[in-house]
């Protein structure tokens, strides 16, 4: 039995463990009466706020119970936020405004009149700093200079710099701008990053090792090479010192890349490898880096349904944990490092599949793998569904995504992007994806839904019984890759794929067959068939010439250089070693598409599976 199949075990074993605590807590006295005084401290200790009309409100909301056994059993199997198993949140507070009673709405200056909860009498106060906000603004488009003007837009009014990035298929792929057939790709759906140099211009003016920085960088195939032109990048700004503070994520996920998006470009074996390398350096060096982003996004995007992209994240995860652990790096040590990226869409198991999925993490990391406490968490980034967003009547598409932002808040995620409306026809436009960015503000700080009280929406009857069927199926799902021999004998053995492109075609079918209702498109249609004019985002091609200059008199300027740098990266590949510090030493005089291109010398290319 692989470790998916230990996980499955210890997931039934845990609600057997929860059932029996119920009993105990029915049956034995002194265990009932130590369970209702903790019940009785933490309700006793939740600070009390008022909301701007003068509302009390509970910081934390708790379900009104006083049944030992309920108590148990909410203890146990569900957890206060921050607790195991995380069902309520990775953290104990998220969202929430700084804890304060306001006393008066009159400001004087920049002091307000207010009064600490609990405190006895008002006192004059600063306003209390803020948490940083969950929202991450994601952008990429024509060169690294045009992206940079477009992220400090985004930004422009945002305590915390949360940044992610697209590139452009030729990055992607590993490929420079100036090899044959791709001129006319350059900068189209993504940024051109070529070099070190692109990547200095593309986070020119952002302090990368500032505490309320963070980038994210949505890329696979030669995430390894890109990861080490931001270390560089960094450095060459802020000298070596910055590395260990630099904050943020890089995507890397292989396995849903093989499984789901294809923009892989080394043999699976040699890929992983290099991930691996990336991970142990990064964990080693750089604290505050999360090395991988394993991604059920373009899963879903793909066409899976929501249980499987659950499943095949997740089961990915723990692939990812054995790997890592058979290679000897201590499991405390990377666990904490690794993060997760979901879709969100408007079927009914977003209610809770963020929940359950970060209930799973933490059974299996704990019980399986032996993880402590910040190895068990769940850290999540996610993102409203593009496959939801629809041409026909588009401006339905902020009603989408607004569903979604809800359901991802309702899911505790630790960070979220919103979609834009125009994203059917285009890359976003400024107008739209300000909207979309607004769309956040207004769910988090104009309205009081997350604000004011941890917990607000979770736990009714409905949620608990979606819950409880998700659980199930995701477990069905690891039974079945166990079956094959666990998730990279499934992969080789195209199961995940095959399942993704069956759930797939049975969407569409479900959207022309009318019993997926789709409003402005199968249902409540205005009767004109007519698409808006929308303005498309292209690089023009003064811009695509620019960029093949800059990298040419780059590759001229070190071509002695990245002779050297090449072969001395080939020795440590071909050698088994940890080929990441030599992959820091290439970008420097390197450019992506030739240190792409001197390892599938070695290991050679990716084949799509038949």
Known sequence: MSKLGAVVEAVEKHGRFVLEQVKRARSDEKFAQAVTERWNKVKAEIPIAKAPTGLPLPRLALPEIDEPGEIARYLFGDGLPGEFPYLNGAYREMYLEPLREIESFEKKGEAVVARVSRAKKPVRATRPPLQEEPTRLFSGLMLAEDTNKRFHFLSAHQRSKRLSTAFDGPTLYGIDSDADGVFGKIGEGGVAVDTVEDMVRLYDGFELGAPNFSASMTISGPAPIIMAMYIAAAKRRFGAKVVPNLRGTIQADIFKEV??????????????????????????????????????????????????????????????????????????????????????????????????????????????????????????????????????????????????????????????????????????????????????????????????????????PGMKAVERAVEKAILGEFREIESLGGVLAAVENRYQRSQIQNAAHRYEQQIYDGTRPIVGLNRYRNGADEMPEIELARTPRAKQKLQVERLEKFKKKNAEKSKHALDKLSAVVERGENCFPALLEAVEVCSLGQITGRLQEIVGRFRPMV
């Open 259 to 460: 499984q789901a998006q294809n923009e892989t470009i080394f043999p699976t074996e040699a890929s992983l490898r290099f991930l691996c390398d990336m991970i142990e350096w990064t964990t080693a060096n750089m604290p505050r880096w999360y090395p991988v982003s394993i991604s059920g996004y373009h899963i879903g995007e793909a066409g899976s349904t929501p249980v499987q992209q659950a499943a095949y994240t997740l089961s990915n995860g723990f692939a990812y944990a054995e790997m890592l652990s058979a290679r000897g790096v201590p499991i405390d040590q990377f666990a904490p490092r690794l993060s997760f990226f979901l879709d969100c869409g408007l079927d009914v198991e977003y209610i809770a599949l963020s929940r359950v999925s970060r209930k799973i993490w933490a059974i299996g990391m704990r019980d399986v793998f032996g993880a402590n406490a910040r190895g068990q968490m769940f850290k999540l980034h996610t993102q409203t569904s593009g496959r939801s967003l629809i041409a026909a009547e588009f401006k339905n598409n902020l009603t989408r995504t607004a569903a979604e932002l809800m359901l991802a808040y309702m899911n505790g995620t630790n960070s979220c992007h919103s979609n834009s409306a125009d994203e059917p026809f285009t890359t976003p436009s400024e107008e739209w994806i300000r909207l979309a960015a607004h769309g956040q503000a207004i769910l988090l700080e104009e309205s009081g839904i997350f604000k004011h009280t941890m917990n607000m929406l979770s736990g009714s």
